[in-house]
């Protein structure tokens, strides 16, 4: 067997662990939409907030604060919606699986930062303190992204670092604490999920 046969083995066994333990059928495509649709719930908040509550960001009323929570729930289910479709349309198209033991594992290490965080950041809006919640949302976020790193396409630890740089800045200087998350979930989304397309979808 000569060295190229051999390290081409060597790669083909490679690529087959990878595909045993990480789930790799992720969308790009479905990130740069995410950010589409937070960019544009950001933009809903930004204008409620701004004409109805006084022309400040933390300054809410019942209604204004209640529909801000309703489009930011329609940002995430919309944002997972399409996820879901766009990875199983990628995975049918690659002949993998959409749920086995990866995909499970994927899911089990994204959730448990995700819904510890969700909870925290409702117990701080219960306490009226609206200047933490988007640092908060953006660390425990980019938690996730790094737990569940381990077991998909390892670049998505690295949006993971900038969602957490994002939410410690956000949290260090709450004033900036909307446009940071405008800029980690809109803007970061849409350059990450590109960058994935042509990298990893566009043969």
């Known amino acids: ?16 662990m990878n595909k045993s333990s990480r789930f790799i059928s992720l969308s790009g ?19 409620l907030v701004i004409n109805y ?15 801000c929570m309703a489009v930011l729930l329609m ?10 479709m766009l990875t199983t349309r990628k995975a049918k198209k690659n002949n993998e699986k959409i749920w086995d033991n990866s995909s499970k594992r994927l899911l089990f290490n994204f959730l448990i ?20 919640t988007g640092g908060l949302m953006l660390i425990f976020y980019g938690l996730a992204l790094v737990s569940a790193s381990k077991y998909s396409i390892g670049d998505i630890k690295y949006l993971g670092y900038i969602q957490i740089i994002l939410g410690l800045i956000a949290s260090y200087s709450p004033g900036y604490g909307f446009w940071l998350w ?20 566009v043969k």
């Open 75 to 84: 940002v995430a289910l919309l944002s997972a919606v399409t996820g879901i």
């Open 29 to 47: 495509l479905s990130g740069v939409l995410a950010g589409i649709y937070a960019l544009i719930g950001a933009a809903i908040a930004y204008w």
């Open 53 to 67: 509550s006084g022309g400040t960001l933390y300054i809410f009323h019942g209604w204004v604060f209640w529909t």
């Open 1 to 16: 067997m000569s060295n190229e046969d051999y390290l081409k083995d060597i790669s083909e066994i490679k690529n087959l």
């Open 113 to 132: 930062p995700l819904v510890v965080g969700g909870i925290y950041c409702m117990i701080i809006l219960n306490q009226g303190r609206y200047g933490q």
């Open 182 to 201: 405008v800029i980690g979930f809109g803007i970061m989304h849409i350059v990450y999920g590109a960058w994935m397309h042509f990298k990893y979808d």
